[in-house]
């Protein structure tokens, strides 16, 4: 094992804060600006962290300078909602991150939302008619917008409202 960049007791600080019962490990504790974890390492050079860079660093080792990691279980999930809301920022599974050059990271981006908008019906089934399409205006994280199956929104509110009424 070569020597991590932090103590060993810091590295135990951080993994008691993750959840590993699932194939994601889930950051449980603060987070920072888009829902990534955030870890405050403590001593002298205390700072805050990525959490999900934090665990990288400690398994796998320094990320060379200038790359991302790219979390490659939220390029896998084509149900994630995305942006703020996507649960796979909080995964700290070095297994589920690669790191890639910013110039990968947009173009793999780039690549899912062409995939997406190629897609005529949603993974339901639903074909995406004018009238079945929610459109989702573009973001920082979604640059070319999103559609949302509109019957799937039912089907899910549906769902809710009956599971509410049951207790
Ligand atoms: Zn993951
Ligand atoms: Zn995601
Ligand atoms: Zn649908």
Known sequence: MPAPAAQP?????FWAKVDKTGSC??????????NY????????????????????ELLVGPIPAGLYLDHLCHNEDPACPGG????????????????VTPRENSLRGVASAALNARKTHCDKGHEFTPE?????????SQPNGARRCRACRRETQARWKARQAIT
Do not use: Q
């Open 25 to 34: 490990w889930i950051w449980t504790a603060a987070k920072a600006r888009g």
């Open 37 to 56: 974890g955030s870890f405050h390492s403590s001593g002298r050079k205390g700072r805050t962290h990525r959490a999900h860079r934090y665990a990288y």
């Open 9 to 13: 007791d810091e590295a135990d600080r």
């Open 84 to 99: 703020d809301n996507c649960p796979h920022r909080r995964c700290v599974n070095p297994a589920h991150l690669e790191a």
């Open 132 to 140: 079945n399409t929610h459109h989702i205006k573009p973001s920082k």
